[in-house]
């Protein structure tokens, strides 16, 4: 009994210890709809070309259908249909594929890539189904969807002091962190406030001043660094009159 009631303090203790380790002083949060709502707004994905089986030539077409990604903690996935037209034989397949989600804290930014989601195309030669290709939809979506971190949370306020004085408090996040939820992409911060302005992290650089001589700048000012050679033939011409 002993020996449970001292693991039980330990494990109450350690559960204590890393609640106050998280990032907890505010929190973000992406849903999957937000997500979804991407795929609305880049409307029609497809593709097109030829193919030649057993000397029979043709053209295939493929189009997405409902494309959707679902979060979930342990691995999210992308989600579709997949509509083929191949020479005289359509057909429509579900198409399952990998999602990966990380967070770039020198970015700020949360990216939402596709790694991976393959459907088969095929055609049917003498009532035989005939592969064509696989198709992998992650090619045509290279690019991952980003939206901005929440460092961009930054804020400051003015606050009226007990003598009418205003002090300005600035409050920025400083340190982050990202978890998967059930359809929810949570970022965790913790945050600073102080009533110092921060230090802009890319510092505006002041050009250095022009060094070079002015060219409206009378000559005498110049005499002493460039001192005037005599003309010998003025001078000779004198002597002989």
Known sequence: MIQRFL??????????????????????????????????????IKGSNDYEIMLIKGKYNWTVIKPSISIRPDSSQFNCLAKVEAGLFDYISTVKGDVKITYNDQKNEIQVKITRAVFELYTMILS?????????????????FIFEGPRTTSTNFEFTMPDSTIKRIYIQPTACDM???????????????????????????????????????????????????????????KTKK
Do not use: Y
Not at 128 to 144: G, Q, R, S, T
Not at 189 to 218: H, L
């Open 179 to 237: 978890e998967i939820h059930w359809r929810e992409i949570v970022s965790r911060c913790e945050i600073s406030a102080t009533d110092k302005a921060p230090v802009p992290t890319n510092p505006v650089k002041v050009p250095a001043k022009d060094t070079v001589v002015p060219v409206n700048t009378p000559p005498a000012a110049n005499n002493k660094a460039n001192p005037k050679i005599p003309d010998t033939k003025t001078q000779d011409t």
């Open 128 to 144: 035989k189904k005939v592969h064509i290709k696989n198709i992998d939809l992650a090619d045509h979506f290279k690019d991952p």
């Open 7 to 44: 693991i039980s303090i330990f494990c109450i203790c350690s559960i204590a210890l890393s609640s106050q380790n998280m990032n907890n002083d505010f929190t973000v949060v992406l849903n999957e709809e937000a997500l979804n709502k991407v795929f609305a707004a880049i409307g029609d």
